[in-house]
């Protein structure tokens, strides 16, 4: 079946990085825009980046421009997001998700925590 | 950006009871919307696309409606199953917006 599994997340300090990573299943990865989602603790969805089905297009929202960077390896089937000068208010929980018709399956997350 | 302002934030409700929640959009987004349930700890779940088709294996007690700037999420009976917070989502642009979010709870 369809699957998005995160990982990479964690507890790290102000201005250190992390790269998550979503690895997918059950489907043709190469063939699919995917998404980063986060949300805050207590607080609604909040959409994150887009990169297209061969990596050629990428887009983010203006909250992580020039922090994060959104990547894939369709030859391992995985996304990627590199976290770079994190803030508190980047701590959330950071979802996958692939795009069909808006985003139609979803990883189970991959909480981030920034905390000194 | 294309702004989606979501209402009501919350709501009570009764086992039985009719609930539409309403999506506005800042432009108009054809019918690129999405309707999405999800429950505490979880992720997300799709429930309509297109703004009106049903997603497979969810209930026809949620349907959703609306074309351009205004859609509505309608749950025709609320179940007890059904408590939880509903998000609509725009893809009409890359820059994907989500509504803020109605917290459906028990009356």
């Known amino acids: 079946q369809v699957q998005l599994v995160e990982s990479g997340g964690g507890v790290v300090q102000p201005g250190r990085s992390l790269r998550l990573s979503c690895a997918a299943s059950?489907?043709?990865?190469?063939?699919?825009?995917m998404h980063w989602v986060r949300q805050a603790p207590g607080k609604g969805l909040e959409w994150v980046a887009v990169i297209s089905y061969d990596g050629s297009d990428k887009y983010y929202a203006d909250s992580v421009k020039g922090r994060f960077t959104i990547s894939r390896d369709n030859s391992k089937n995985t996304l990627y997001v590199q976290v770079n000068s994190l803030r508190p208010e980047d701590t959330a929980v950071y979802y996958c998700a692939k795009n069909d018709y808006g985003m139609d399956v979803w990883g189970q997350g991959t909480t981030v925590t920034v905390s000194s | 950006d294309i702004q989606m302002t979501q209402s009501p934030s919350s709501l009570s409700a009764s086992v039985g009871d009719r609930v539409i929640i309403t999506c506005r959009a800042s432009q108009g987004i054809r019918n690129d919307l999405v309707w999405y349930q999800q429950k505490p700890g979880k992720a997300p779940k799709r429930l309509i696309y297109a703004a009106s088709s049903l997603q497979s294996g969810v209930p026809p007690r949620f349907s959703g409606s609306g074309s351009g700037t205004e859609f509505t999420l309608t749950i025709s009976s609320l179940q007890p199953e059904d408590f939880a917070t509903y998000y609509c989502?725009?893809?009409?642009?890359?820059?994907?917006?989500f509504g803020q979010g109605t917290k459906v709870e028990i009356k």
């Open positions: 059950g489907f043709t990865f190469s063939n699919y825009d």
């Open positions: 989502l725009q893809h009409n642009t890359y820059h994907r917006t």
